[in-house]
C-alpha cells in the first residue's frame, strides 16, 4: 500500500529518506500512516533536527495519549455512542476514527495544522469511516455532546483551553501524560490508562501513564 503523496512529500522535505508506513495499533482494529520506526533509530543531522524543531510532523505519530483515548473508547463506547464528538488537535485523527469507530454519529477533526487535516483525511481513509473536518475550534457552534482532547497539554501555553472546551460541547475529555500538576475545579480525573508513543520514542516511562480527565458543563 502507497503511502499518500502530499504526506509522504512534507514528511522527505524533513527527513529525507523516512516513509509513512500504514501500521496498525497494538490493541485496536485500527491503523494508521506513521513514521517508520528504523528512521526514528538514527542520529539526526542539525540541519534535520533544526528542520524537526521548527515543523514537528505530530501527525505522523500516534501519541501514548491518543492510542489510550482510541483503546479507550472501544472499551466504552458509550462515552461516544450516538454522539456529535470534536475531536480537538486532532493531529493523526486515532482519537476521532476510534469515536467513530465506537458508534460516534459525528465526529469533526479540529486541527490548525493543514498537514494534521491531511492525514486524518487518510487515516481516515485507511479505517473505512468518514470525519468531517474543522481548522477553528471557536467558528465551531455550540452543538457538541462531546469534546475529546488527547495530548495537547505538552505545551502549557495551551492549558488555558481547558476554561473554553465546554463552551462548545456539553461534556470533555481529556487524555494527558505530560502534566504532573494537573489542576483545574472543572476537571475530575476518572482513570489512569497506559500507552506508548508509536513508533516508540523511548520516552521517560512516566509519560506511559496517561491521565483521563473528565469535565461536564453545569445545567442551566
Known sequence: MKAPQPLQQALSELLGDAQ?????????????????????????????TRRILNEPPYWSFCWASGLALARFFAEFPEWVAGKRVLDFGAGSGVVGIAAL??????VVACDLDPLAI??????????????SYSTDFFA??????????????????????LDHF?????????????????????????????????????????????????AQRNAA
Open 166 to 214: 465546554l463552551s462548545r460541547g456539553r461534556q470533555a475529555l481529556v487524555a494527558d501524560s505530560r502534566v504532573r500538576d494537573f489542576r483545574h475545579p472543572a476537571y475530575q480525573r476518572l482513570t489512569m490508562l497506559e500507552a506508548h508513543t508509536l513508533p516508540d520514542l523511548a520516552e521517560p516511562h512516566e509519560f506511559r501513564h496517561v491521565s483521563l480527565y473528565h
Open 118 to 131: 491531511a492525514a486524518c483525511r487518510a487515516n481516515a481513509e485507511l479505517n473505512n469511516v468518514q470525519l
Open 140 to 161: 465551531e457552534e455550540d452543538r457538541f455532546d462531546l469534546i475529546v482532547v488527547a495530548d495537547v497539554l505538552y505545551d502549557r501555553a495551551n492549558l488555558p483551553l
Open 20 to 48: 509513512l508506513v500504514a501500521s496498525e495499533l497494538p490493541g485496536t482494529d485500527l491503523k494508521l500512516w506513521l513514521i517508520d520506526a528504523d528512521n526514528m533509530d538514527r542520529a539526526f543531522s542539525p540541519e534535520e
Open 101 to 106: 469507530k465506537a458508534g460516534a454519529l459525528e
